[in-house]
């Protein structure tokens, strides 16, 4: 994607690397959402270990 066609999410500019994925830091900075949702802490939840459970289940 082009930097000069960059999304604007709430004032925020998302920023993308070099193969063009969406800096999920960026994302989680305009949906005004407190450090406890921060993408660094996904893993530290409930529903993620949940997750990673079953699917670990799934395919042994």
């Known amino acids: 994607m082009p930097k000069e ?3 604007i999410v709430a004032g925020i ?3 993308t ?3 063009d994925r969406f800096n ?3 994302i989680h900075k305009a949906s005004g959402e ?3 949702k921060r993408p ?3 893993l530290a939840t ?3 270990q949940e997750l990673i459970r079953l699917m ?3 395919l042994i």
């Open 40 to 42: 660094s802490k996904w």
């Open 17 to 19: 690397d070099a193969i």
């Open 46 to 48: 409930a529903q993620s």
């Open 34 to 36: 407190g450090e406890h």
């Open 5 to 7: 066609n960059l999304p």
């Open 24 to 26: 999920l830091n960026a």
């Open 13 to 15: 500019i998302v920023t």
């Open 56 to 58: 670990r289940y799934k």
